[in-house]
């Protein structure tokens, strides 16, 4: 199948990164087969685990799809990191001034507002981009530091809740995201911080995906980011389809952040993300800027992060061996994508060469 | 004894066998033309003997003698230069630096730049190739640069020069100039091989022929032996109009009116200076000009990918001077633009999806922001056949067609929208003789159904046998105009490279007084 052809080489990339992770393993003489295996008791090994990687999973759905849709229209978005934190503050806002409200009404408002907040955070890059070529590289990371000092400033100063701690105030029920165990505690699921977010974030990956493959927009985003020039020649506006793409790539961002602080935390704090906006962009290489590929990227790396403890816990080995892992999945994913470009390179000269 | 000697020259790639078993041998003094279709290998071949490809069965020969050439270094060292289509100069070095590149005089690491000068000017006065060694590439014509090239490999020692498409890039005049120096090479005592689908330069230039065709050598010949119509057949495999038989025109109302044009090219520097033209239905107008002489601008402008600074555009009276290429094309302008690969197609988009380019938001394709992959499917299939697309089917990728196939795509989609006004722009560059007839044929076929043709080409042959009427560029300015049958390629070259002698401002050459002006 297609499918199985298209995910052979991400697939390999990640069984060639546990490889080489596990020589680094033994060449700090602890024993491999003992950490993986507690990786992914960590991760898989029971209903509280599952939950754990499926809370882990969720910010990094919709980081991974921003960075994914932003690929797709060739447009680089570093600064979804600054995109998640706006999001997550719009919503630590809005929770507490819509609070009144009920939960039909609180949730939808909040989740659109903060992804507006996201995109809004991109648009001024996005229209730097569109008008004067300015790279976007450079400006959604230089806005990503302005929202985490905006945040932090925020958040330690005038957003400050009643305590001492630099966070704010706690958002009411009504305004967060219920938790699995909560919903179906009919069911009797053991509590765990998974929350509704990962449904939505599933969601939206489909949503996703049918742009790409049903609208227009999905087509402009996709011709643009292929041949800009071909594009214009078809009326096509270029610009217009840039600030559209990057505003919607920071809109996902964004979301990440909503989910965070309506679904886990249901309050906003300096440290709340733990670099998920980064963490978006090899999840979007893994997936190969697929929507739906991003689901099962985003566990992946969420089940890293679950499974990592117990495996400092039981066999030693220090935490830091799971971002070495994912250093390793991204190296392989890109070095597939270079030996590509060298054989297609060939090709094409065979080909030109034939003519 | 030939100097060169190819015995069963095999050269595989990934699906397909791009020389089969191929033999031939060149003397001194000779002149071998490689003819044949794109696609046929002659390219393929000749990269094998100057080492950028390696062969997978056969033997080749120098003087006799059995030799391995596994790179350019090993064939250069057997006295093998090649001048290859996209040149290999570095722009802001000069003549003498590109020449002595590699091979550099030297003495403990310094350069001789005086010994370079000496060795160049000796061969540039040697064999005829006049070139000044201080000036720098960029600021050299096409035709210059590609002296330079040609004095690289004699620099080199260069005993068999190979040229691969020579005069693709060249005007008329720089084409003769260059046959001379071919002639002139090889009465010094070099073997020339030169590769072509050129079918009327191979029968002016060469001494031998050989065609090949699907990666075997279907045929040798003199040009004393054939000609035109007989090498096309060889190529081809079949008998191959060479030049459209067309109804007298029957122009009706103007459908293109283009008034006091005046168009900003990239440099900041005005391209076109107030430019008037008229296009008609049921005309095909011909615009030739060497590339850079405004054409591109104008075409822009037409087609709404560029401002022009004054000026006003016509479309059946509605005015689309500002129009937007959206608007543009809702208005009835199609445009074939002269690079498919870069404005044509997106190659990464199957042919469906390329098939809607340009209309992909409206009935029936779209609905509100949806689109209706049934209907997109139906199209596509339908303008495929309607247009001889070589495929599979309508998912394969753009990027995977032959050049032909990925034109006649263009033209599909341009055509399929019944335009008022269709702009083509080299519509026929790099193909084939068998692709060229079926555009050519579509084209004409267009501009008797009653739609205006705005054509814009470098090649003479296709505007002499399409347009109705031919306007000659140069400098941004309309110098001449014909009616078709009634002017020469040499007349149209002349004015071409701005032998009119028209100025800014000066009324444009008119048929009638042709006969003095151009002499």
């Not at chain 1, 680094?24 to 491999?32: E, L, N, S, Y």
């Not at chain 2, 050049?403 to 006649?408: D, P």
């Not at chain 2, 060229?436 to 076929?445: C, L, P, S």
Request: glycine share 10%; proline share 4%.
């Amino acid at each position: 199948m297609v499918v199985l052809r298209k995910a052979g080489v991400p697939l390999l990339s990640v069984l060639l990164a546990m490889l080489v992770g596990s020589i680094v393993i033994v060449a700090t003489g602890k024993d491999p087969v003992v950490a993986f295996a507690a990786l992914l008791q960590g991760a898989f090994g029971g209903w509280r685990q599952i939950g754990d990687t499926i809370l882990r999973s969720t910010p990094l759905m919709f980081t991974g799809l921003a960075v994914a849709f932003g690929f797709r229209a060739n447009l680089f978005n570093i600064g979804a990191e600054g995109q998640l934190f706006i999001g997550g503050l719009a919503a630590a806002i809005l929770g507490v001034a819509l609070g009144g409200l009920p939960w039909f009404v609180s949730v939808p408002a909040i989740i659109v507002l903060g992804a507006l907040a996201g995109a809004a955070w991109a648009f001024i890059p996005a229209l730097l981009k569109a008008k004067v070529g300015a790279h976007e590289v450079i400006t959604t990371m230089m806005f990503s530091y302005i929202a985490r000092y905006l945040v932090s400033y925020l958040v330690n100063g005038p957003l400050r809740g009643d305590t001492a701690i630099p966070q704010t105030a706690l958002i009411p029920a009504s305004a967060t995201l219920p938790t699995f165990d909560k919903v179906f505690s009919f069911i009797g699921l053991e509590p765990s911080r998974a929350h509704f977010g990962f449904i939505l974030a599933i969601g939206v990956a489909v949503v996703i995906w049918l742009i790409f493959k049903y609208t227009t927009l999905g087509y402009e985003v996709r011709a643009v980011g292929y041949n800009p020039l071909a594009a214009e020649n078809a009326g096509i506006s270029v610009s217009w389809t840039t600030v559209r793409a990057l505003c919607i790539s920071g809109a996902l961002a964004g979301l990440a952040g909503v989910v965070e602080v309506m679904g886990v935390h249901h309050r906003l704090f300096d440290q709340f993300s733990s670099g998920f906006g980064f963490t978006g962009i090899a999840v979007a290489l893994l997936a190969k800027n697929h929507p739906l590929a991003v689901i099962p990227a985003a566990l992946l790396f969420g089940a890293l992060s679950a499974g990592g403890p117990a495996m400092q816990l039981e066999a030693d080995v220090p935490l830091k061996l799971i971002s070495i892992i994912q250093a390793l999945v991204i190296f392989f994913v890109a070095a597939e994508t270079v030996i590509t470009y060298f054989i297609r390179k060939r090709q094409k000269e065979a080909v030109t060469d034939a003519e | 004894m030939p100097v060169l000697e190819l015995r069963e020259i095999t050269k595989k790639f990934p699906g397909v066998l791009a020389n089969d078993r191929v033999s031939l041998s060149l003397d001194a003094g000779e002149i071998l033309a490689l003819l044949g279709e794109n696609g046929a290998g002659k390219s393929t071949l000749m990269n094998c003997v100057y080492g950028l490809l390696a062969i997978d069965g056969g033997e080749i020969l120098v003087d006799g003698a059995l030799v391995r050439i596994k790179a350019p270094r090993d064939a250069i060292d057997l006295g093998i230069g090649m001048v290859h289509q996209h040149f290999m100069l570095v722009e802001p070095l000069t003549v003498t630096e590109n020449i002595v590149l590699g091979r550099e005089p030297a003495r403990l690491g310094v350069i001789d730049f005086a010994t370079a000068k000496a060795r160049v000017r000796e061969l540039s006065e040697r064999y005829g190739l006049r070139i000044d060694p201080d000036a720098r590439i960029m600021d050299l014509s096409v035709g210059m640069q590609q002296r330079v090239e040609i004095l690289k490999a004699l620099y080199q020692g260069a005993r068999i020069l190979i040229l691969d498409e020579p005069s693709a890039v060249l005007t008329p005049q720089e084409v003769k100039e260059l046959f001379s120096v071919i002639k002139s090479l090889t009465a010094e005592g070099l073997a020339v091989a030169f590769i072509t689908h050129k079918l009327e330069e191979v029968v002016a230039v060469a001494d031998r022929i050989i065609v090949m065709r699907d990666g075997r050598t279907v045929g040798e010949t003199r040009p004393s032996e054939t000609d035109e119509v007989g090498l096309a057949r060889m190529m081809v495999g079949r008998d191959v109009v060479l030049s459209i038989q067309k109804d007298p025109p029957n122009p009706r109302e103007p459908v293109l009116v283009v008034e006091s044009l005046s168009v900003m090219g990239d440099r900041g520097l005005e391209a076109l200076h107030g430019v008037s033209l008229t296009v008609r239905s049921g005309e095909i107008v011909g615009i030739a000009g060497v590339d850079g002489n405004g054409q591109r601008e104008l075409v822009e402008s037409v087609v709404g990918l560029r401002r022009p600074s004054s000026g006003r555009i016509e479309l059946k009276g509605r005015d689309i001077t500002h129009s937007s290429a959206r608007e543009s094309i809702a208005a009835g302008v199609s445009h074939v633009p002269e690079d498919r690969h870069r404005r044509g197609l997106v190659l990464e988009f199957d042919l469906a999806e390329n098939l809607i380019l340009g209309d992909h938001n409206a009935e029936p394709y779209t609905t509100r922001g949806i689109m209706h992959p049934v209907a997109i499917g139906e199209t596509a299939r339908k303008r495929i056949a309607d247009y001889d697309v070589r495929t599979p089917s309508e998912h394969v990728l753009a990027g995977a067609l032959s050049g032909g196939n990925q034109q006649k795509l263009v033209l599909a989609r341009e055509l399929g929208r019944d335009p008022e006004l269709l702009v083509a722009a080299q519509p026929t560059r790099g193909l084939d003789v068998g692709a060229i007839e079926f555009v050519h044929r579509r084209i004409v076929a267009e501009r008797d159904a009653g739609k205006a043709v705005l054509l814009v080409s470098m090649e003479l042959e296709e505007i002499q046998s399409l347009s109705d009427r031919i306007l000659v560029f140069y400098e941004g300015n309309i110098v001449a105009e014909f009616a078709s049958g009634e002017v020469d390629d040499e007349t149209l070259g002349y004015h071409m490279t701005g032998g009119g002698g028209a100025k800014l401002g000066e009324q444009p050459v008119a048929a009638s007084a042709r006969g003095e002006a151009g002499r």
